[in-house]
């Protein structure tokens, strides 16, 4: 063998070493991202299964698999190469970018609010919004949009929330980091939010089976049951009756939690951005409180609840702002944004029949 083949071979293997190298470094990176949006990523999976609710269970896997695309889709085919160019070109504008996105949260998470306390007045809210909208899809249809436009917002809060993490690394381990950053978090929300949906079947087929043990090892039904199925069979039949009474009350707790979450994650992400515009004196003063009421909980319970308390304090706070900011923006909408957009499109049908 030549000394410039061993020389090539020996070039390959360093190559080698530094592309693993740098793949392990992208996975710990992405790790530590992942583990820092964890937030947003209880937020995204507690808000998307109210969106499931109401349908037909054929249904349900099939819409939590076009809310999952899409939110593949905003993560790798849009924001990706956004946050990219941003952070190279204009990293002045993901701070307003973000801070819109947040206010849409509240709006939606206040609307929520508004509709459960007045529904009869939030029924008329959303069918002036409706009146605006410019197509009539079905209502899986309006329902998967909605979604996926709340994925926007929550997958943009991760996506820059991962590039604060790597954004002293290489644009390419950037890139790298992002997209394994967004499939994996898409997998793990809409994986759990399917296993969500679709609990009260499971629920449903453990209650009506009376041959666990035969189903489990592909046995036939027909017959008696063995003495296995016999002992078992209580069990999970009972416990298959109590996830179905269970699944009820638990998507109404997660709806109150992915409304919540709303405006949590959208007042935090609007306190924040503030704070780079010279109004830092409200998220001094929430942390303030949250500091404060961090040390009455470790001095009157255990050290380790001032964390929690303090976690606690401060999205309360984040929360109540939340609340508020889309209180404000529920009537400029339906007062504002609504009869605008009505007047600019009569304009346009008037322009369109001059023209013709």
């Known amino acids: ?106 709006y939606e998470g206040s609307e929520k609010v508004f509709e459960a306390l007045f529904p009869h007045g939030a029924h008329r809210h959303e069918a002036a919004v409706g009146e605006a909208a410019q197509s009539t899809r079905s209502v899986e249809d309006e329902k998967v949009s909605s979604a996926i436009k ?75 049951p063995n003495g296995a199925d016999r002992a078992l069979a209580p069990l999970t039949r009972g416990f298959g009756r109590g996830l179905v009474r269970a699944m009820p009350s638990m998507l109404r707790v997660l709806g109150i939690v992915g409304t919540a979450a709303m405006v949590w ?16 004196w409200l998220s001094h003063a929430i942390h303030a409180v949250a500091g404060g009421a961090a040390q009455a909980g470790a001095t009157h319970a255990a050290p380790v609840f001032g964390g929690f308390v303090e976690w606690l304090v401060t999205a309360a706070a984040s929360g109540l702002f939340g609340l508020a900011l889309g209180a404000v923006l529920i009537p400029l909408l339906h007062y504002v944004a609504v009869p ?13 029949k001059h023209t013709a």
């Open 150 to 224: 709340t994925d926007f917002i929550l997958s943009a809060e991760i996506m820059a929330i991962t590039l604060g993490t790597v954004s002293e690394a290489s644009s390419w381990t950037q890139a790298l980091v992002l997209a394994v950053v967004g499939i994996g978090i898409t997998a793990l929300v809409y994986g759990g939010v399917a296993l969500i949906v679709k609990a009260d079947d499971v629920g449903l087929a453990l209650a009506r089976n009376d041959r666990p043990i035969s189903r489990l090892i592909g046995r036939s039904a027909q017959g008696a």
């Open 340 to 352: 605008l957009t009505r007047a600019v499109r009569g304009a346009g049908r008037k322009a369109q």
């Open 1 to 106: 063998m030549s000394i410039g083949l061993i020389a090539l071979l020996d070039d390959i293997a360093g190559l080698a070493k530094v592309a693993a190298a740098s793949l392990d470094d992208v996975g710990a990176q992405a790790a530590k991202a992942g583990a820092k949006a964890a937030g947003v990523v209880i937020d995204d999976a507690a808000v998307t299964p109210r969106y499931v609710v109401g349908f037909a269970a054929s249904r349900e896997l099939p819409i939590v698999g076009k809310i999952a695309l899409g939110s593949l889709k905003n993560k790798l085919i849009y924001l990706l190469p956004a946050a990219l160019l941003l952070s190279f070109a204009a990293p002045w504008a993901i701070t307003p970018l973000l801070m819109m996105g947040g206010a849409y949260l509240c």
């Open 265 to 280: 994650v959208g007042g935090g992400i609007i306190l924040h951005g503030l704070e780079g515009y010279g109004f830092a």
